[in-house]
């Protein structure tokens, strides 16, 4: 349903689609740096400068980089190499080039990545913005902030703290309070004292600086996932009263909070009344159609909807791939689950805990539990810390197999690696002692395997 609305309304969108391509296409070319220009040839190497040369642990192995050079070469292979290295390893690179105080280079190197559509996440715009306000170009810097929060990503404390640091250098003080209120409403929300972010709102509005829609938006947030639906529609109600426009993040949040909760109808009218405002669906919106749809086992749905994000050109992220995964091994087709987990490195998207652990388990519910074996050893080789639902997804497998050792095995590593076991971790291994009718044995072992794990923890 949620996927037919977006695309019954794609059809009237495409001409201003096209439009709006066209312009940044434009646009784009006019910032990307012609051959001979100063990135290209005419900079300094920096080779024997302040620079004393950095190595970078990349996709591909260490890479030892003396130079500017050097950095802009390495990119330059990135960007050609199939599988498209991750926005991560862009990141390492481009942030040696901010060590090395080019950050017009680096504004140059972002602007090549955003051409071939390599993918962003929050620390990349973080440091584009960085680099704006290094080279006095606080407009520019503004405008990066406006695109973090129109494409739904949150704005995190390096962020803010950077925009901050570019309006004082331009004596914007008034701009650079109204931000730091913002700050304070976000770290508010975030902790979920929204009563007191509504505190902070109504005291705003009493004075000269009037809050904004990221302001508005971020407890708007905070109710919705309190479960404060009524709370969040007023509040919604209130800013267009007020002639402030909710964005695509601000939509995104109240069609989250009424999926998760089974309110689907008004969750298709407000993706209506969104693309009727002609505020097209973005990677926020539809992350949070398909986390939702995927949790009420609406998977069908959830599949349209991926495939409407492909037809609109929208790059899936890691939260898209691993709800998609979720949702195949809910249906137990492992095997697609498994393509789409291999489809990600080919985009350039690393799996993260949530991810890898989303396979594990179905692996591991399936009944595969060497699969998941083969993924957990993946997990480990790729740098990625496994936690407590990982190591409980693995003993709930060996006990279902029937292997208490297995189970007693991954158990130990577990405490090992001190991650903390919690109820369902013994409650997964007294299943598994009991079916093998050691009950007495069971408890015995559990409350020694207990005691045990509270000195450990204790002494770390």
Request: charged residues 25%; hydrophobic residues 40%; positive net charge.
């Amino acid at each position: 349903m949620l996927a037919r609305v977006c695309r019954s309304e794609s059809a009237s969108a495409i001409a201003a689609a096209a439009s709006a391509r066209w312009f940044c296409t434009r646009l784009g070319n006019r910032r990307v740096p012609k051959k001979g220009s100063k990135v290209e040839k005419s900079k300094p190497s920096l080779s024997g400068g302040t620079f004393g040369g950095e190595s970078l642990k990349l996709r591909s192995g260490s890479h030892y980089i003396k130079s500017l050079d050097d950095a802009i070469d390495l990119f330059d292979y990135m960007v050609r190499s199939r599988p498209l290295y991750s926005e991560i390893d862009f990141n390492k690179l481009i942030g040696v080039v901010v060590k090395m105080k080019r950050p017009d280079v680096a504004i140059s190197l972002h602007q090549k990545m955003e051409l071939r559509r390599i993918p962003f996440d929050i620390y990349s715009f973080s440091t584009l913005m960085k680099c704006y306000c290094s080279c006095h170009k606080l407009s520019f810097a503004l405008s990066t902030f406006g695109k973090i929060t129109k494409l739904g990503f949150h704005p995190n404390v390096v962020t803010f703290t950077t925009l901050l640091h570019g309006l004082c250098l331009q004596d914007r003080l008034s701009e650079a309070l109204a931000l730091f209120d913002h700050m304070v409403v976000n770290g508010m929300c975030k902790i979920g004292d929204t009563e007191s972010a509504l505190n902070l709102l109504r005291k705003m509005e009493q004075t000269h600086i009037k809050p904004g829609v990221v302001i508005y938006t971020a407890i708007i947030d905070r109710l919705c996932k309190d479960g404060h639906h009524s709370h969040a529609q007023k509040l919604f109600t209130e800013m267009h009263e007020k002639g402030i426009f909710p964005d695509v993040y601000t939509y995104s949040c109240m069609i989250d909070g009424f999926c998760s909760f089974g309110r689907w109808g008004d969750a298709e009218k407000l993706l209506r009344d969104m693309i009727e405002r002609q505020i097209n669906p973005q990677l926020v919106t539809f992350n949070a159609l398909i986390n939702a749809s995927v949790k009420e086992g609406k998977f069908t749905e959830a599949e349209e909807l991926y495939e409407e994000m492909l037809r609109r050109d929208i790059i899936p992220d890691t939260v898209t791939y691993s709800s998609i995964i979720d949702g195949l091994c809910k249906r137990n087709r492992l095997d697609d689950a498994k393509r789409m987990f291999d489809l990600m490195a080919t985009k350039g998207c690393s799996p993260n805990v949530v991810t890898y652990t989303t396979l594990i388990n179905g692996y591991c519910k399936a009944k595969r539990v060497d699969d998941g074996v083969e993924i957990f050893y993946l997990m480990h080789q790729r740098g990625i810390v496994a936690n407590t639902v990982t190591y409980n997804s693995l003993i709930h497998g060996f006990c279902q197999m029937g292997d208490l050792s297995g189970a007693l095995n991954i158990f130990e590593e577990m405490i090992s690696n001190g991650v903390a076991p919690n109820d369902i971790t013994f409650r997964g291994m007294l299943v598994g002692l009991c079916s093998k009718e050691e009950q007495r044995k069971a408890v015995a072992m559990l409350v020694d395997l207990q005691h045990g794990v509270d000195h450990q923890l204790k002494d770390e």
